[in-house]
């Protein structure tokens, strides 16, 4: 198995609920992901994708089958710093300035050289954060605490990354930017990514594959391939194969209703 490759098999997690069944979050969940792939997971509010993301990344355990992540364990990865992972809230150390926010793993993993300072002043242009390179988080707008979190991700140069919405606070137009700057930053790396979104249309520019989650249980209800040539231009967004493929994530997504619970 790759060092890269993901591989989730008949993955179940299950929460206790006072007075209630105990909740299946996720229902014997099954995903290979190649080395160097791209994929969109993409779902109704409350289906389990932060869960699985949650999983991927050895943050929990799964309550039934077994998730590797380059033929080990994901919490192996972890700890050898090997994995990036953005959060849904950016949850940014207040006290800590954007440059020190972005630095973080690299001072857990004690690497304080000149190459990985000049790493992280591109990373800040990269994100659109110069001149504020100083700030702290409550100085910030939403956005801009998401985009530290983005260059966070990075700084190891991982080779997986796990974003769960990582655009979702941006405005239209910057996350356009950021959807063309991941394309960019996932080409020279070819970092197996993986990424938790609601937008069918970020996810389908994205993804080589984007698998269609639904709620109560949580369990994936497609996975869909995405054909189209890298790099892929802004102009895709307004292609009809383009919209075609959007069209059908969403008739999957809304045929299997709001993912409130039955
Ligand atoms: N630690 C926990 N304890 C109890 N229940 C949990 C816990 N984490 C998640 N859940 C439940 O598991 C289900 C899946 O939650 P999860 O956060 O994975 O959803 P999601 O798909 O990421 O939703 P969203 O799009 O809103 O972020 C939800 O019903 C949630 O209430
Ligand atoms: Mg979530």
Redo the contacts with the bound molecule.
Sequence with gaps: MSARAIRIEAVERR?ERAGQSP?L?LDRVSLDLPAGSFTALI?P????????LRLVAGLDEPDGGTLQVGGAAPRVLQRQGRLGIAF?DASLLPWRSVVDNVRLPLDITGQRDAASRERIADLVALVGLQGFEGALPAQLSGGMRQRVAIARALVTEPDVLLLD?PFGALDQILRRTMNVELQRIWLRRATTTVL?T?GIDEAVFLADRVVVMQG?P?RIAAVIDVPFARPRPLALFGDAAFRALEDEVAGVLYGHGTGAPA
């Design positions: 929460f909740l979050a779902g509010s409350g289906c389990g994708k932060s869960t699985l849904q919405e938790v609601h109560h949580g």
